[in-house]
């Protein structure tokens, strides 16, 4: 079984920043795009940024230049900086990854999400 667990989210001042993170665990053979969503109160879950195994990203118009994805291929891991922070960044962020793993002895490509994290854009 595969988890994703994130952390680094938080309460912080319009103009701050965080860095969230996102560690995969299980049985992986190899991650193929990770991805953060997040979804504010009554509203639906939206697509925030992107990144490949290979490095290229893709960002939602409403954080370009603000946020940045990035992840480390040998520790399964995926982060979110977060700088600029206005008040409408204010959603729960989840992980999102296509997974490669082993089940039984089967190889398996599944889609899993994290449980997410909490940020609060407020003064």
């Known amino acids: 079984q595969v988890q994703l667990v994130e952390s680094g989210g938080g309460l912080v001042q319009p103009g701050g920043s965080l860095r969230l993170s996102c560690a995969a665990s299980?049985?992986?053979?190899?991650?193929?795009?990770m991805a953060w969503y997040r979804q504010a109160p009554g509203q639906q879950r939206e697509l925030v940024a992107v990144?490949?195994?290979?490095?290229?990203?893709n960002y939602a118009d409403s954080v370009k230049g603000r946020f940045t994805i990035s992840r480390d291929n040998a520790k399964n891991t995926v982060h979110l900086q977060v700088n600029s922070l206005k008040p409408e960044d204010t959603a729960v962020y989840y992980c999102?990854?296509?997974?490669?793993?082993?089940?039984?002895?089967?190889?398996?490509?599944?889609?899993?999400w994290g449980q997410g994290t909490q940020v609060t854009v407020s003064s």
């Open positions: 990144i490949t195994s290979g490095g290229s990203t």
């Open positions: 999102n990854a296509d997974v490669r793993s082993m089940i039984a002895t089967y190889r398996v490509l599944q889609n899993y």
């Open positions: 299980g049985s992986i053979l190899s991650i193929n795009n």
